[in-house]
């Protein structure tokens, strides 16, 4: 026969144990909760900063080529243009001269034809055929750098 010692203490110790897993169940559902919901809440904040960045990416796009178009009418104004195609490139000049302290003219000179030939070919194919230039032209128009260097 089993000893009612042993037994209420069997009883005693399954009864704390069932609390304990129970209080523990208990304890992992809650965090588990906390962390849900701070998961949604970066989730949307996350989602949130990637539509005001996206709005903002845009509308810098759209300022740019505002301003493209802008000096595209200006310089196609014979008088006009000619002053205006000369102030765009002083201030870009000038940008880059702060950026760049130590550069010459020249150095400007040879990175604007370096960009400018990656493009060359982008900016001719919108021109009108009947006024288009070949590449081969407008690149022999262009500083040759490689000498200089």
Known sequence: MLN??????RTIFLVW???????GAATLAAWAFSLSTQVATLTAN???TAIRHRKQ????????KAKGR????LVAVPAVGTVAAFAFEAQDYYAWEAENPDGTAADYACEVAELSAEVVDEVLQELPEMTRPSPDAVLAMMPNCEAAN
């Open 57 to 64: 990416i845009t509308k810098a796009v759209a300022k740019a």
């Open 46 to 48: 996350a989602a949130s």
């Open 17 to 23: 144990l069932c609390i304990g897993l129970a209080s």
């Open 70 to 73: 802008v000096r595209r009418v």
């Open 4 to 9: 009612p010692f042993k037994l209420i203490r």
